[in-house]
Nanobody, 120 residues
Framework: QVQLVESGGGLVQPGGSLRLSCAASGSIFRINAMGWYRQAPGKQRELVAV???????DYADSVKGRFTISRDNAKNTVYVQMNSLKPEDTAVYYC??????????????WGRGTQVTVPS
């Protein structure tokens, strides 16, 4: 079993910053890509940012220049630093990891989500 747990969400004023963390634990041999998605009320889940095992990154156009994804492989943790937050960033943020398990298979695991609210 593999678990991912997000933390760091909350209420922040426009222009403010938040840092989300997501720690993976369990039967992990290696984690390949890790990333963040978000889902706003009434909208589909969308990719926010992704980071590969070689630290290549990619971002949604809507967050480029404002969000920075990073990871700590020793801690099996992925972060996203969110600056210059806007009301349209309000959503539940979910992390995921493409995990190679100690049982020898790879699967994508998800966290349960953390709420980020930026009031208008």
């Amino acid at each position: 079993q593999v678990q991912l747990v997000e933390s760091g969400g909350g209420l922040v004023q426009p222009g403010g910053s938040l840092r989300l963390s997501c720690a993976a634990s369990g039967s992990i041999f290696r984690i390949n890509a890790m990333g963040w998605y978000r889902q706003a009320p009434g909208k589909q889940r969308e990719l926010v940012a992704v980071i590969t095992s070689s630290d290549s990154t990619d971002y949604a156009d809507s967050v480029k220049g404002r969000f920075t994804i990073s990871r700590d492989n020793a801690k099996n943790t992925v972060y996203v630093q969110m600056n210059s937050l806007k009301p349209e960033d309000t959503a539940v943020y979910y992390c995921y990891g493409a995990v190679q398990t100690t049982q020898g298979y790879e699967a994508r695991y998800w966290g349960r989500g953390t709420q980020v609210t930026v009031p208008s």
